[in-house]
């Protein structure tokens, strides 16, 4: 007995809808259209408006400043910039927030790497939950914690110091710094660590010669981060210097508009000169952030 077997028909493609002899306009979206150019020079004039009505209000006078406040300097007037960089105020406090910020970002650092290699590295109970824990630290504010902060750096006579501002900051900069650096450090294989024990390598050894080269993109991240999240920090120095001779940048352009609050032109100077380490600090590293960030995401 014989069976036939018959060939199915191949499917037909479904019609496609008439489109009356013209081919329908791509609508996907693309970086070089003209209008995604427009949005984002808007958005960027938008952001520097600020920062270069200041730079620039520093070089009129507050008389030029009252006839025209958006006008441009005529003549171009550079002594409330000769003036503030002659004094030995602004030099004071860039010094405090230079040391306030090395401090802190050393402290960060070194502090952040071993964490996060312990977590990363090693299995042992709890490890999770000190992650879990860290990570919580990202929604933890400073603005919460500033009272307890404050109670707890005057009773261990911290106040009026410069370490008194470090030691918080060094606390609130360690969970960004670990959640970034453990992938970081998860990401280098298992094998050369196995290798590096066999030629009889320490796990101090391995730390210092393996571990902290491979983790130098990351480490430079977080160590912009907290530079900057050090130099711009408001608050708690607020709370915690009260003496002149203690402030730091924020601080002291807050009481140099106050001492000079008629001086108009002399303040947009001095707020200019603030800005500019800080801007000039994050243009020539940003690549780094961007590059940093990038391999903890990957990891």
Do not use: H
Not at 185 to 213: K, Y
């Amino acid at each position: 007995m014989t069976a036939t077997t018959g060939s199915r028909p191949a499917p037909q493609p479904a019609p496609r809808p008439a489109t009356n002899g013209r081919a329908r306009p791509d609508r996907r979206f693309s970086w070089t259209d003209p209008v995604v150019y427009f949005i984002a020079l808007a958005l960027i004039g938008m952001m520097l408006a600020p920062v270069v009505y200041v730079i620039v209000g520093g070089f009129r006078t507050n008389s030029q400043i009252t006839v025209d406040p958006s006008g441009w300097p005529s003549p171009w007037n550079p002594g409330n910039y000769l003036n503030v960089l002659g004094g030995t105020v602004f030099w004071r406090e860039v010094t405090n927030s230079t040391i306030t910020a090395l401090a802190t970002t050393a402290g960060v650092v070194t502090l952040g790497l071993m964490t996060s290699f312990i977590i990363a590295r090693y299995q042992f109970r709890g490890r999770g939950a000190m992650y879990s824990l860290f990570a919580a630290g990202l929604m933890f504010p400073l603005t919460v914690a500033i009272t307890p902060l404050y109670v707890l750096v005057k009773s261990i006579g911290l106040m009026n110091t410069l370490p008194g501002v470090i030691l918080p900051q060094i606390a609130f900069g360690l969970p960004t710094t670990i959640i970034i650096l453990v992938p970081f450090l998860r990401a280098i294989p298992d094998e050369i660590q196995e290798a590096a024990a066999i030629d009889g390598c320490s796990r101090l050894a391995f730390f210092w010669r393996m571990v902290v080269p491979l983790s130098v993109p990351g480490v430079i991240t977080t160590g912009i981060l907290a530079f900057i999240s050090s130099w711009n920090g408001y608050l708690l120095p607020l709370f915690i210097l009260n003496r002149e001779s203690t402030f730091t940048l924020p601080l002291g352009v807050q009481a140099f508009a106050s001492q000079y609050s008629v001086d108009t032109a002399k303040v947009l100077a001095f707020t200019s000169l603030s800005m500019i380490p800080a801007l000039v600090f994050f243009s020539i590293f940003q690549r780094r952030i961007v590059g940093g960030l990038t391999g903890a995401v990957k990891g």
